[in-house]
């Protein structure tokens, strides 16, 4: 049974002292294995959250070693802890776990074991262990890893994730078919050193299959040369170096070596680059810069739709009101047209990003039946946000039925059915590309208006004080939304009661609405909408003429 670590009250734990014992002994990996990418002086590090204002947990973090430390181990694992009055272990077979912080990642933190550092009742650290055939890519938004050092122990693969200023924020170790998993340092109130001491003490207890040569191959397969220099150790040869990474693009006298690696890929070209110090042929110590991912560097492929898009954006229409567009030449327009004929029924997510071209030759008066066709196919199938605009700003009658279906497919469809499918801005133009003289309009307001969906419900009531209604039916509808579920909603039929008339009664209902509203936002509208009602008319004094 698998378990997924959550942000919340950790509960189901049970302690495990029993195979603790006390002892001051080396750690199995050595702070010399951990590779040549630096590490700083001191420690403090960066963290998702503030110190600990709990003054044994301040205690506890701004502590940098022990004196004594404690061996676990099960039948899975050994590792290190520290000795401390207020530390224990726990392990618990199922969630939920406290983290600090509010970890937002892609990080696959399921567990079928979890083995946790706590101070009364606070986490310090969190191991994970879970099947996995490899480790985990995941990507946690509080720092980005700027260095993986890999190593193979006792037959299973190590990873090492660091920090741009050195810090460890992680670690790995994958066996036969079973991984441990540190959580982030960066979500936990413990030193960075200690962290990383328990991190090298970790242990797993069967042999694993892995061997250097498999995982060195695997490791620059999958992610690229950067990676592969984590398997290089500081004192590392150049030959070394070179029979894992390749012969280097250029030898500086420095003793820099530089291997570059041209690249291109969805319309652009760059170069990635190593450059790894070396002195008298030996690896040295280096830092985040040995690594240029090129990518502020990009070029544009000419003929690609990052190039069209390129061409094409000197000449759109400018946002302010009243200046015009430059005009774009006839044999540049001509080019972006058949560019565009040839990439927009390729099968590709770029079909959307080449429609702001043809958006921008609509605006220079250009009128291309094939393209506007291949535009509404597409539109059709799969919406899109740019291909909306086209069609708008072509501006036929026979596209405004598209919108109409879009609109209606859209109603239809549950906030679970569409899993995200629809962006809320396309609802909204959808909506706004019809007319409102359209026989059609205000039935899609009436429908959209009462829809389960809480999205539909809050893109629609933008609509609403200019929809061909009845104000009785407006006013219905406004009355429905101070009772509405979700807040927006709430907000905009406040906001109503400014655009209309209303009753007595109504001006009611929203004192009663405003004095059970939650939500700060929505309640600050209630409260100015029902001031201004309140506020009493200034007099106008009247200034007789003066006579002499």
Request: hydrophobic share 40%.
């Amino acid at each position: 049974m698998m378990t997924k670590l959550t942000p919340i009250l950790m509960c189901c734990c049970a302690f495990v002292l029993w195979k603790a014992s006390i002892v001051v002994c080396a750690a199995d990996i050595e702070e010399a294995d951990l590779g040549a990418f630096h590490r700083p002086k001191d420690e403090p590090g960066r963290k998702a959250f503030g110190p600990s204002r709990k003054p044994f947990l301040a205690e506890i973090e701004k502590t940098e070693t022990f004196e004594k430390w404690k061996v676990f181990e099960d039948e899975r694992i050994r590792f290190e802890y520290p000795v401390h009055e207020a530390i224990s272990l726990e392990v618990q077979e199922k969630g939920p776990i406290s983290i600090g912080g509010a970890p937002v990642s892609s990080v696959d933190a399921s567990f079928s074991k979890a083995y946790l550092l706590t101070a009364k009742g606070e986490t310090l650290l969190v191991l994970l262990s879970a099947q996995a055939d490899w480790l985990d890519d995941g990507i946690c938004f509080c720092g980005a890893i700027a260095y993986d050092r890999y190593l193979i122990r006792n037959g299973n693969l190590y990873r090492f994730s660091f920090l741009n200023d050195g810090v460890l924020k992680n670690m790995q170790v994958l066996g036969a078919g079973e991984r441990i998993m540190m959580f982030e340092w960066t979500h936990l109130p413990i030193h960075p050193a200690v962290y990383r001491r328990i991190a090298r003490s970790i242990k797993l207890k069967r042999p694993g299959p892995w061997t250097a040569a498999s995982c060195q191959k695997r490791v620059l397969e999958r992610y690229g040369p950067r990676a592969a220099v984590g398997w290089l150790d500081e004192g590392t040869s150049t030959d070394t170096a070179e029979a894992l990474l390749g012969r280097p693009t250029r030898v500086f006298v420095s003793g820099t070596y530089v291997w570059e690696y041209p690249k291109s890929e969805d319309g652009y070209r760059w170069t990635e680059r190593l450059a790894l110090p070396f002195t008298n042929g030996k690896l040295v110590r280096f830092d985040s810069r040995f690594f240029d991912s090129g990518l502020g560097h990009q070029q544009a492929i000419e003929g690609g739709i990052p190039w069209m898009i390129q061409a094409a954006r000197p000449y759109e229409e400018p946002a302010e009101r009243g200046a015009k567009a430059k005009k774009m030449p006839e044999a540049l327009q001509k080019q972006l047209l058949e560019l565009f004929l040839e990439n927009a029924d390729k099968d590709s997510g770029d079909f959307d990003e080449a429609c702001e071209v043809m958006e921008i030759l609509i605006e220079q008066g250009v009128r291309d039946g094939r393209a506007l066709d291949l535009v509404r196919k597409r539109f059709q199938s799969e919406g899109g946000h740019r291909a909306a605009w086209v069609l708008h700003e072509a501006g036929q009658q026979e596209d405004v039925s598209l919108f109409v279906e879009k609109i209606r497919e859209r109603y239809q469809r549950t906030e679970k059915e569409r899993g995200g499918g629809f962006l809320f801005d396309d609802l909204h133009n959808w909506l706004a590309f019809v007319p409102k003289d359209d026989d059609r309009y205000p039935d899609l307001i009436r429908d959209g208006l009462s829809s389960p969906d809480e999205d539909v419900r809050e893109s629609v009531f933008y609509f609403l004080d200019t929809a061909p209604l009845p104000k009785q039916e407006r006013v219905k509808f406004v009355r429905a939304g101070l009772q509405d579920s979700s807040a927006e909603v709430r907000y905009r039929a406040a906001s109503y009661f400014t655009k209309d008339k209303m009753s007595p009664q109504d001006w009611d209902l929203l004192q009663n609405a405003a004095s059970k509203e939650k939500n700060e936002d929505t309640l600050t509208r209630m409260r100015e909408v029902l001031k201004e009602h309140e506020m009493p008319k200034k007099r106008t004094k009247v200034f007789s003429p003066i006579r002499d």
